[in-house]
């Protein structure tokens, strides 16, 4: 039975010591293993994959051994549970329901929430529920709500939102604080607003790319997961251009969910930490 350990603290002498010495005392084969110390932070993150039978006590003899308010958790290799939000857009959703579907993904996308229908048949193709919550005469609040709820149930890990086009309030990122990925063009902050691809034809740019990240409060600001670009030339019309982004926006999407779930990230900040 393989299970992954993740662990972050304060930074101390001899922490890998530690949770590799009592791994050692519960008879835990260690497979692999990753640590990172941020030394302006002083803050130490380790990911460790081990096989054997974990007893319950543990981690609470773990923590024993760590500084105090050490974060500490066991992941066993069942799927990541996510939730996807949507909009219109169907590419960033196709290309996560098309992976799961190949069983390229570590991950069970358990329903899609989108504020318009326009991908109902996408979600039904692949046999994944699709509930339609929309936002008319409802305000930022209200809508927040109701889709959180329907999120609530579910009961998810991860919530992915697969271009969902619309700016989530405060109270709703505090409810899901550090399980919401976004994706976006990296354009931002350069080129903001309608057309982005367009605007980039314009200034006659040469490279396109997406970036993937955990929203906070700031719009388009949260700790950078992934990004990935593509180059164009000049023979490249903006329609070009915005499909090229389209398939950059769908690959680092697809890697960022992934690496959430094999546990491979960690939110240090407002930047992160990211074991290949």
Do not use: W
């Not at 329903?111 to 991908?119: E, G, H, M």
């Amino acid at each position: 039975m393989n299970t992954i350990l993740t662990t972050q603290c304060d930074d101390d002498v001899g922490l890998i010591a530690k949770i590799t010495g009592l791994c050692h005392q519960h008879n835990l084969n260690i497979t692999r293993n990753n640590e990172f110390v941020d030394k302006d932070a002083k803050r130490f993150f380790m990911r460790t994959e081990l096989s054997g039978v974990i007893s319950e006590d543990f981690l609470p003899s773990l923590a024993e051994l760590l500084p105090d308010g050490a974060e500490l958790a066991l992941h066993s290799s069942e799927k990541t549970k996510v939730v996807l939000l949507a909009t219109k857009e169907a590419h960033c959703l196709g290309g996560v329901l098309l992976k799961q579907f190949e069983k390229a993904l570590n991950i069970e996308v358990l329903a899609v929430i989108a504020n318009y229908a326009d991908l109902a048949p996408l979600a039904a193709g692949f046999g994944v529920p699709f509930h339609v919550v929309s936002h008319e005469g409802l305000s930022r609040a209200e809508h927040d709500q109701q889709v959180g709820d329907l999120i609530a149930s579910y009961q998810p890990d991860i919530i992915g939102l697969a271009k969902y086009m619309r700016i989530l309030s405060p109270e709703f990122v505090a409810r899901f604080e550090g399980k919401i990925i976004n994706i976006h063009h990296s354009f931002l902050p350069a080129f903001i607003g309608a057309k982005p691809y367009h605007q980039a034809f314009e200034r006659g740019v040469k490279i396109i790319g997406a970036t993937a990240h955990f929203v906070n409060n700031e719009l388009d600001e949260g700790p950078i997961i992934l990004q990935d670009v593509t180059h164009v030339s000049h023979a490249d019309t903006a329609e070009m251009m915005a499909k090229m982004g389209k398939d950059v926006e769908k690959t680092v999407f697809c890697k960022a969910l992934q690496l959430a779930s094999e546990h491979k990230l960690f939110i240090n900040g407002n930047r992160t930490v990211v074991f290949a």
